[in-house]
């Protein structure tokens, strides 16, 4: 049987990378990961909608980290899609008899290992088969703390869920990593796309200036519809919060990045800047804490305050932005 | 967040589980650490499992009272919406709308409702009635 690494990560994806290049034998850590494929972000589009909700994301769509990483690094992922479920999972089973550990793309509702309460219609999972025993898929899911099972049929189910970001029973691994390139080259390249992202996209809903036009919409929520508004102020702090972000919105898993790109690239502005988003994400956590107890009804439901909060945030996190730009003229 | 700040506040919806966090130790410096939950977090994943069971008790009085067929109480179960069952299932979303009424319901093929119950993970029994009172049906 294929030994696997287990390593509990904070964030699927990013997690679910890293563990494939580990075992193939380049040690990336999971903030190196998230941080190289720039994929950190703010994005709130009202007209996409999920579950009744306008689709609000602190990072990129799943798959940009894999991709990101590729580009970046010059590694190139083998991906497959399959029509038929027995297919995929013929395929799956051909990888594992070879002592391939493959990543997959999974719904986490009908994966038999989440606790009930985290079961929702998320199609864009990230896990790692890594073994068969008997009847039983041998999984490193990066969200838990130890290797996870799931039973062929629900292995199967899951991977072929139809809907918004169907898996189609995505199957993807390494195939070259001899050509990686070297960090300190990709390093700048990609917190130089995060910063102009968030700066200088020119739509108002994405990056720092989303942040500021969410805070606008904040402040014009009418007292009338309460019962939404609170729907969608802990629809914000879940978006933030739940499993996978490493907390705060994914802001303390790039200021780890960013942490440890000084210590590489010797630059004692990233370690400044690090401190920077470090400080944002703990305004978030303090969006998240007044949020919550405004819908439990411990202090009262106050739009301005939520809203004076989440433009603190836009300016500091503007800041590090800048700061990191600034890098470039050094 | 500093590593003493990393909250332990033993989430029940993590079941036991701990999930790993980034924070800072005495140094600065970024590491991970093992967190049992936040109680901010759990407000809000409350908030939207109750939404869902909320739908559901109305649902299953609908049913009761012959406006609405079993299935609306099996998607809101399931945590569905008619958004989500109707890309499950390749319905269109007014196809979905419409055999959320008895009358329709009753007629549909036995082709139709396999897509149902496909998408449900349910026996053709089970997608016809209402579980138990008792038993909350959530997978």
């Known amino acids: ?330 | 967040m500093k590593l003493d700040d990393v909250p332990q506040d033993k989430s029940r919806s993590f079941e036991g589980q701990k999930k790993r966090l980034y924070a800072r130790d005495e140094n600065g410096e970024y590491t991970t650490a093992l967190s049992s939950g936040w109680e901010a977090e759990d407000v809000v994943l409350d908030q939207a499992v109750e939404e869902y069971n909320r739908f559901t008790r109305e649902a299953r009085q609908r049913v009761q009272q012959g406006l609405s067929s079993p299935l609306e109480y099996h998607m809101y179960a399931h945590r569905m919406d008619i958004t989500v069952l109707a890309q499950a299932t390749g319905f269109f979303r007014w196809q979905v709308r419409r055999h959320l009424t008895p009358a329709v319901f009753n007629l549909l093929t036995p082709r139709k409702l396999q897509r149902y119950e496909e998408a449900l993970q349910m026996t053709p029994g089970q997608l016809r009635t209402l579980p138990p009172e008792d038993e909350p049906q959530n997978d």
């Open chain 1, 1 to 330: 049987m294929t030994d696997f690494n287990h390593q509990q990560t904070a964030h699927c994806e990013s997690g679910a990378v890293a563990a494939l290049l580990r075992h193939n034998g380049l040690d990336l850590s999971e903030p190196m990961v998230f941080g190289l494929s720039s994929a950190l972000t703010y994005a709130y589009i009202p007209l996409v909608k999920m579950g009744g909700m306008p689709l609000l994301a602190y990072r990129m769509p799943p798959g940009r980290i894999i991709r990101g990483l590729s580009k970046r690094l010059g590694i190139r992922f083998h991906f497959e899609r399959f029509r038929r479920p027995e297919d995929g999972t013929a395929a799956l089973n051909k990888y594992l008899e070879q002592g391939t550990p493959v990543g997959l793309q999974a719904s986490v509702y009908w994966l038999p290992y989440f606790p009930e309460n985290m079961r929702f219609h998320f199609n864009a999972h990230n896990l790692v088969a890594y073994g068969k025993d008997g009847d039983d898929y041998l999984i490193s899911d990066p969200t838990f703390e130890q290797p996870v099972r799931a039973d062929t049929a629900a292995l199967q189910r899951s991977r072929f869920v139809k809907g918004m970001l169907a898996p189609k029973g995505l199957i993807y691994y390494p195939e070259d990593i001899s050509q990686a390139k070297d960090l300190t080259a990709a390093i700048p390249v990609a917190i130089r796309s995060t910063a102009n992202m968030m700066l200088r996209t020119p739509l108002p809903f994405i990056g720092v200036r989303g942040i500021r036009h969410v805070a606008r919409h904040m402040e014009k929520l009418s007292p009338a519809n309460e019962h939404y508004n609170k729907l969608l102020i802990g629809h914000m702090v879940r978006m933030q919060e739940e499993i996978g972000t490493g907390g705060a919105g994914f802001r303390f898993l790039f200021a780890s990045f960013l942490q440890e790109s000084a210590g590489i690239l010797s630059d004692e502005r990233l370690a400044k800047a690090a401190d920077q988003f470090t400080d944002a994400g703990d305004e978030w956590r303090r969006f998240a804490l007044y949020a919550a107890k405004m819908l439990k009804g411990r202090s009262e439901l106050d739009y301005d305050k939520l809203a004076t909060q989440l433009r603190k945030v836009a300016d500091m996190e503007q800041e590090g932005y800048q700061m990191l730009l600034a890098l470039k003229s050094g």
